[in-house]
């Protein structure tokens, strides 16, 4: 019924999306898109809907938390889900809130958590897209009401 | 011992001291980075292991009981190999747990912890040096998460297992209770080793006392277990010993701390 969800994955370390990415195969019908880079990440991003994007924190060119905080410019109703290393804690949990995460997982997780995260993440972004949609519907509707009472109420002057 | 040959070891101990803790530092600071440098390779294993077997059971289930027998065999192997490697995990991941607390990270406050499971990840650190000659033996409680600083009262418990350890000189048992005592609880450490002298049991809290040769003792270990469970816990520590028979600690921390 719904289409596929869409997942995005970040991560500076290969072995990471590899273990990740197997798993939400193997258990989800997820399409997983795994990133290197946050730059890449965020191209993907500016062109593709998503449901979900899980970052590592510590990368290379951007943090995890600046990376979250793009995407949920881009792609506000996107849930995002910080997947971090024992020793960035802190300054992570920091960040939280500046950025709306949906979740917050230390390294290592436990793939049920894991599991049980993403599928709840993916089900709240896209009954948050079908509340928007129907939202606009009742708008579209409204605005022909209204359009139909505007022609009534001159049909009678 | 002559004045000032006393004082001469005073100096000599003293030095020790300044020696082990800069030791320690450049350690801590060492073990943080190793820590985060095998977090994600494990973290990355861990879930390996759970996807193999997941998918086993999918293969296995696809197969059927009817499978060809060579391929279900197989599929055995493989299943006990992966249970193996997760127990291998297992416990190089609660070294690490250990470690990390002594590792030069960022400070954790109070916050709800699981003693018991402290308990062990120090066990499994000391035990790594001590288990050819001593077993050690756990009997604990159902305990409730316990506000407290982890890294430190982790910190407290290996101090007390070291010693302990360092008690007995060939072989013998360290064993570590944990219950509930109302609204605290109770980590008893008992060992089956020397034992101490009266005059020994005066001076243990003392800073810098100690009766270990240089370079084994530093007399900073109880003390510095004193603070942390007295001054930063609001508990209580106290202890038994018997000459040739042993000693056993007590530390006491209610289960909801109040900031001192
Ligand atoms: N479990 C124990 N059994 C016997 N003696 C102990 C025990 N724990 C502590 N002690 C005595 O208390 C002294 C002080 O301990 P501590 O402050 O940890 O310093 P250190 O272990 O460096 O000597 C030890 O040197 C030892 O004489
Ligand atoms: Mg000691």
Redesign the pocket.
């Known amino acids: 019924m719904n289409p596929q969800p869409e997942i995005v994955l970040v991560d500076d370390e290969e072995m990471v999306l590899t273990s990740v990415s197997a798993l939400l195969m193997l258990e989800t019908e997820c399409n997983v898109h795994t990133f290197l880079s946050p730059a890449e990440a965020i191209r993907h991003l500016e062109t593709h809907p998503v449901d979900l994007v899980v970052s590592d924190y510590l990368m290379p060119q951007m943090n995890g938390i600046q990376l979250l905080a793009k995407s949920k410019e881009l792609q506000p109703e996107a849930a995002r889900v910080l997947l971090t290393g024992h020793a960035d804690k802190g300054s992570a949990i920091q960040a939280i809130n500046a950025v709306g995460l949906y979740h917050y997982l230390e390294k290592p997780w436990e793939n049920a958590q894991l599991l049980m995260i993403v599928n709840s993440a993916v089900e709240r972004t896209q009954l948050l897209r079908q509340v928007q949609a129907m939202i606009s519907d009742l708008d579209n509707a409204h605005d022909s009401l209204k359009d139909i009472q505007t022609r009534l109420i001159k049909a009678f002057l | 011992m002559e004045p000032a040959a006393a004082t001469e070891f005073e100096l000599e101990r003293l030095r020790a001291q300044v020696a082990a803790l800069s030791k320690d530092a450049v350690l801590a600071q060492l073990a943080a980075g190793v820590i985060h440098e095998i977090n994600t390779p494990i973290a990355s294993i861990f879930s390996n292991i759970d996807v193999m077997e997941r998918s086993l059971e999918a293969i296995e289930a696809q197969l059927g009981a009817g499978g060809p027998p060579k391929a279900l065999a197989l599929l055995k192997m493989m299943r006990n190999l992966v249970q193996v490697d997760r127990m291998a995990c297992q416990r190089i991941s609660g070294v690490i747990r250990g470690l990390k607390l002594h590792a030069r990270g960022e400070e954790e406050g109070l916050c709800p912890a699981h003693l018991n499971q402290l308990v062990e990840d120090s066990i499994l650190l000391v035990g790594s040096e001590y288990k050819r000659r001593i077993a050690f033996i756990t009997d604990l409680g159902d305990l409730p998460p316990v506000e407290c600083n982890p890294q430190l009262i982790g910190q407290a418990l290996l101090?007390?297992l070291?010693?302990?350890a360092?008690?007995i000189e060939a072989e013998g048992q360290v064993t570590v209770r944990t219950a509930v005592e109302g609204d605290q609880v109770l980590i008893s450490?008992a060992?089956t080793?020397?034992?101490?002298t009266d005059e020994?049991k005066q001076?243990?809290?003392h800073t810098a006392?100690?009766?270990?040769a240089l370079g084994?003792?530093?007399?900073?270990?109880?003390?510095?277990?004193y603070r942390i469970i007295t001054e930063q816990h609001r508990g209580t520590i106290t202890?038994t010993?018997e000459l040739g028979r042993?000693?056993t600690?007590e530390i006491r921390i209610p289960i909801t701390t109040k900031e001192p």
Request: aromatic content about 12%.
């Open positions: 101090n007390l070291v010693n302990a360092q008690a450490i060992d080793g020397t034992g101490m020994v001076k243990i809290f006392f100690s009766t270990k084994v003792g530093t007399g900073l270990g109880l003390p510095l277990t202890f010993s042993g000693t600690f």
